[in-house]
């Protein structure tokens, strides 16, 4: 039998994406946000969580896609991967769903500009496809070092 | 069982135990002859064997068994504490302590302990050097559950006992029990023994010890000495009538019997005796370690500590991290409230708000109360420290220990204690000399090492002052010069303090222990290191001949700072008041520009201006002000002003740190978050100061 997955799904654009609702704490709407400076663009500052400041990041920017403005709709999925715990700001966040671990098919090399590595696969379900993220990737530090390098 | 969830609590417990151990066995070794101390010990090493064995260690339960029963015979008066029994003793708590360690790291605690063990079994059986078997005058204790000396030989006391029973005219017998080689339940049978011999009378010796009887640690059967007013018979049918238990051996013993044990009790006595006298050295020697012992620990109330009730319960810092939490979301609501408050201008509204403000500051007050601990808890392991340095170095040291009740936040506790070892290691192995160069030097043969905690403002000062030979100036300075660390020409112009300084400069001592110098500067860059990410300072003062004082300042708690609140464009930002100087209002016509650096006259020094809306990149900075809000932030000597929108106020502020995921952001040391929820960041000038 195969491996049951739950997965919030979100909104980037005209993609539908998913990650693993274990690592999902909570999802908040939009609330001020404290620019830091000399941070990535895409790192769009720090919010104020429960009395824990939690680090923010636009999960459009994050993937190079062209930024959006943010509506009503706009949530912060906070979501936490090892000791690292950021928010990422998508465009609307929908429902949970059950994933059939056979209904995921391996990434293609490009998914609307999205790099490979950042993806863990796309699940067809019916007629929706879902594009699961590797959380572990598009979070991973050492990239953060290198694009802050590139921007000083 | 599930026993997981009881391991914090065995943990705490098991450290508390081990130290009050470590406390009460530096204590004992001042005075060996106090037995209240050792009561105080053997009820700790009791009650962390039964915790042991019932969170399934077994070689912490049978270390700590064996202990108890060193402490049994010692409280029965039938050993005399002695420097080698101590020596063991200690190295069982260090054992001890190793396996804890081991599982709080998540460990099993599992370790060889099979050494130690047996060293403890014949300290037990009295074998050990000058350990002499003290006669037991007057110890209430029927002690029908100690471990005596050879088998089937009675000690004075219980000689006397028989002595007095038969005189009586009851009768004294020797039982041999056997059990049949089938018997399962070893201890059950035996249980069901003991519970005739108690309906009979009284049990005088018990080999092995009742104790060791009831947990199976005997082969196929057991001698006692008992007393009764029945006849012999009665006796052998009732303990016959036990299934699974061979028929008993019943000797009865007469008063001839009695004086030929008590002759043999006699002659070992005085072999013991003579043997202490041909060798009076270990004697001596136990008093010479009792003087190098730590001093007593200020106010620690002497021995029976261990039975005084602490009405306090321990709570989980992560839990008071999340109270804090809540709280400044509850601090938001508040500021929320006070605004709808004033916008409806209803007074029953306006006082009620009012009053949940005064409770609500109380109440934070209260909050960050919690997390404050007395340095005591580091502290309390120095003692021990300072024994084992001075018993290592052939040194006398006294350890004075003042105002361990002082208090310091939960963070800092649990960082500040590996940099006070390495200071005080420092004091005991190069500043206290050996005690013929003391008494050479016009000295006390005990070096005093001082340690000292207290407050002072907003910090908490922790002095470690020896009397020992001061730091050697020339020898620093040449050292430093042949380490490169300062040049011959720096060298020069430095002041004596400045040359002191240069032990904790980085790469003092790469290298091996200098010990050709005073030695001092073993690795102490890194306790200057540590503690100055502690947000504190350490500084040194020294006279040659005469002694070395560190004084290490520290925050009183890591959690709060004290903190200019700025504005730069719509943006609000937190200056620590540590780093500050003041704040000042110039004209912009001041700023000169020199190498394409802007500088202005501060106090008769030029120093640089920066425009924190620049260096930020802040969105929206009004620039085009003449006259121009300053603060003045300083790094060490340095100075330097920073230019900003608006100057808010001081205010105490909760730090926050920024989560790993940013953790290394240019000029921010962190965050807070401001009465209104919104999170401001706090900047660190150094980095600015470059």
Redesign the interface.
């Known amino acids: 039998m195969a491996e049951e997955l739950k997965v919030i799904v979100f909104a980037l654009g005209h993609e539908e994406y998913g990650v693993e609702v274990e690592k999902v704490k909570t999802i908040e709407r939009m609330s001020?946000m404290?620019?830091?400076?000399?941070?990535p663009a895409f790192?769009k500052?720090?919010?104020?969580n429960?009395?824990?400041?939690?680090?923010v990041i636009d999960l459009r920017g994050r993937f190079g896609l062209p930024e959006a403005e943010y509506t009503d709709n706009t949530r912060i999925i906070i979501v936490a991967v090892g000791?690292?715990?950021?928010g990422m700001i998508v465009d609307s966040a929908s429902d949970v769903i059950d994933v059939n671990s056979d209904q995921i098919e391996l990434p293609p090399e490009i998914v609307g500009g999205i790099r490979a590595k950042y993806l863990r696969g796309i699940a067809k379900i019916g007629e929706r496809l879902l594009v699961l993220l590797n959380l572990e990737e598009v979070?991973n530090?050492s990239e953060?070092?290198q694009l802050e390098q590139m921007e000083? | 069982m599930e026993l997981n969830q009881y391991l914090g609590m065995f943990i705490d417990e098991a450290r508390e135990h081990l130290q009050a151990m470590n406390d009460n066995m530096l204590q004992l070794e001042q005075s060996p002859d106090d037995i209240s101390i050792v009561q105080v010990m053997f009820r700790s090493a009791h009650t962390l064997k039964g915790m042991s064995a019932t969170m399934g260690f077994e070689e912490l339960a049978t270390l700590t068994h064996e202990m108890e029963n060193v402490l049994d015979l010692v409280r029965n008066h039938k050993l005399r504490m002695t420097e080698p029994i101590f020596d063991v003793l200690f190295q069982c708590l260090d054992a001890l302590e190793t396996m804890v360690q081991d599982i709080i790291a998540g460990g099993t605690g599992k370790a060889d302990v099979t050494a130690i063990v047996a060293s403890l079994q014949a300290i037990a059986k009295g074998d050990v050097p000058a350990s002499a078997a003290i006669p037991s005058a007057q110890s209430a204790a029927a002690s029908a559950g100690s471990a005596g000396s050879a088998a089937g030989m009675l000690d004075q006391f219980q000689l006397s006992v028989a002595e007095q029973s038969l005189q009586a005219g009851l009768g004294l017998y020797r039982i041999d029990i056997s059990l049949a080689p089938t018997c399962v339940l070893k201890a059950a049978r035996a249980f069901m023994v003991f519970q005739v011999f108690e309906k009979f009378g009284e049990v005088v010796k018990s080999q092995p010890a009742v104790q060791d009887i009831e947990q199976e640690k005997f082969d196929k059967g057991f001698t006692v000495y008992f007393v009764t007013e029945h006849p012999k018979e009665e006796l052998e049918k009732a303990l016959g009538s036990i299934s699974e238990v061979e028929p008993p051996v019943v000797t009865a013993i007469t008063a001839a019997d009695l004086k030929q044990m008590r002759e043999g009790e006699i002659a070992k006595q005085e072999t013991a005796a003579a043997a202490a006298a041909a060798a009076p050295r270990p004697a001596e020697r136990r008093e010479r370690a009792a003087a190098p012992a730590a001093g007593p620990s200020a106010g620690a109330p002497a021995g029976a500590s261990g039975g005084a009730v602490n009405r306090t319960i321990r709570v989980d810092i992560e839990k008071l991290d999340t109270l804090m939490n809540l709280f400044s979301e509850l601090l938001i609501d508040r500021v929320r409230l006070e605004s709808l408050a004033s916008e409806l201008r209803s007074q029953a509204l306006t006082e009620t708000v009012e009053h949940m403000a005064r409770v609500s500051s109380d109440l934070q007050n209260i909050v960050l109360k919690l997390r404050m601990v007395p340095v005591e808890s580091v502290f309390n392991r120095f003692p021990r420290l300072i024994r084992d340095l001075a018993k290592t170095l052939d040194k006398k040291i006294e350890l004075v220990i003042t105002g361990a009740d002082t208090e310091l936040d939960r963070t800092v506790i649990d960082e500040i204690g590996d940099p006070l070892v390495h200071l005080l290691r420092n004091s005991g192995d190069h500043g206290i000399e050996r005690p013929d160069e003391r008494v050479a030097a016009g000295k006390p043969e005990q070096g005093t090492v001082h340690l000292r905690a207290y407050h002072s403002g907003n910090h908490v000062f922790i002095e470690i002052e020896d009397d020992g030979r001061g730091i050697h100036t020339e020898k620093v300075m040449q050292t430093a010069i042949k380490r490169g660390v300062i040049t011959a020409d720096q060298a020069k112009s430095m002041k004596d303090e400045e040359i002191h300084m240069l032990l904790f400069a980085p790469g003092f001592s790469t290298a091996d222990k200098i010990t050709d110098i005073s030695g001092r500067g073993v690795g102490l860059d890194v306790v200057k290191t540590k503690i100055e990410s502690l947000g504190g300072k350490v500084t040194v003062e020294s006279r040659w001949g005469q002694g070395t004082k560190f004084t290490v300042q520290l925050p009183l708690t890591l959690s709060i700072i004290a903190a200019m609140l700025i504005r730069v464009g719509d943006e609000k930002y937190a200056i620590p008041l540590s780093s500050m100087v003041e704040t000042s209002l110039i004209p912009r016509s001041e700023i000169r520009v020199v190498h394409g650096e802007r500088l202005i006259q501060y106090r008769g020094s030029v120093i640089p201006i920066l425009f924190l809306s620049e260096v930020l990149d802040v969105p929206g900075a009004d620039t085009s002000a003449e006259e121009l809000f300053v603060v003045i932030v300083r790094k060490g000597e340095r100075l330097m002003a920073l230019v900003v929108d608006d100057l808010i106020g001081q205010q105490e502020i909760v730090l926050k740190s920024l989560g790993s995921y940013l953790s290394k952001v240019f000029a921010v040391s962190g965050a807070t978050i401001l009465g209104d929820g919104h999170v401001a960041l706090i900047l660190d000038p150094n980095a600015l100061l470059k």
Do not use: Q, S
């Open positions: 001020p404290t620019r830091v400076p000399k941070t790192v500052g720090v919010i104020n429960r009395g824990v400041v939690l680090p000791d690292l715990e950021v979070l530090k953060i070092i000083v």
